[in-house]
């Protein structure tokens, strides 16, 4: 069970997602992660205790956007792996077709029409904690969430925090903020020698604290609510 903290939606120039559409999302995205630990378990092969940490965030960010983009009319994924942001607005038909010619040039460009960018995080351990795959990480984490993005213009910014339960990983958390600006994000890094990872901003603590208190939803659990400080 989820406490919907905040049902304020996401508003677009020409449309708003609700917070039960967040909601659905998340719980569908959610059953999809079971159902792919409880198979590859079955094979005598946990996926979710193999992968890394950072590939994993991605692929639950990316099982989030996917079921957003089925359950909200008018958002669509963004057809580019590179392109900003991951879901973008297609509410109007000169919304749809400006789409199909985005998509038909894999741009990396950012969609004119804007949208919402999606970004997850796990937290990042306490020095000196020991933490493997598949072990909860509430309360061995950092209070501060970092969210990562590609560049520091990156705003209607949807933070997801995931946890493991049970040996899988569960969307536990979802923030919104559409008040970000470039000087909430780190200096962009850029990746060193043949590093396969991609240049990347950090969200810094002003930033933080507009998620934090831009927060939506969150699992009925007194754990989680008094980490975020929710707990009434």
């Known amino acids: ?11 677009l120039s020409h449309m708003a997602v609700s917070m039960e559409q967040v909601l659905e999302a998340i719980e569908s995205a959610n059953h999809k992660l079971k159902a792919i630990s409880d198979y590859t ?7 979710f205790r193999i992968l ?21 009319p008018g958002l669509m994924k963004n057809p580019s792996l590179d392109g900003y942001p991951d879901l973008v607005q297609c509410a109007v038909p000169e919304m749809a077709a400006y789409f199909e010619e985005y998509a038909s040039r894999d741009s990396k460009e950012a969609f004119l029409f804007g949208g919402i960018e999606v970004k997850n995080t796990f937290g ?12 909860p990480r509430i309360g061995r984490i950092n209070r501060r969430l970092e969210w990562k993005a590609h560049h520091q213009k990156t ?11 049970e040996g ?4 536990i958390a979802a923030f919104f903020s559409d008040s970000l600006t470039p000087q909430d994000w780190s200096v962009r890094a ?17 930033g933080f604290k507009k998620m934090l208190s831009g927060i939506r939803i969150c699992l009925e659990d007194p754990v989680y609510l ?7």
């Open 1 to 11: 069970m989820y406490r919907i903290i905040n049902s304020s939606p996401i508003r």
């Open 41 to 47: 378990k079955e094979l005598s092969l946990d996926i």
């Open 52 to 72: 890394d940490l950072r590939t994993l965030s991605g692929a639950v960010g990316e099982t989030f956007v996917g079921e957003m983009s089925r359950i909200v």
């Open 124 to 135: 990042y351990k306490k020095t000196g904690e020991d933490l493997l795959n598949g072990e």
């Open 155 to 165: 705003n209607h910014l949807l933070g997801l925090y995931t946890d493991y339960r």
């Open 168 to 171: 899988y990983p569960v969307i």
């Open 190 to 206: 850029e990746p060193k020698g043949d590093s396969a990872m991609t240049s990347f901003s950090t969200l810094q603590i002003s």
């Open 226 to 232: 008094q980490f975020f400080h929710q707990e009434g």
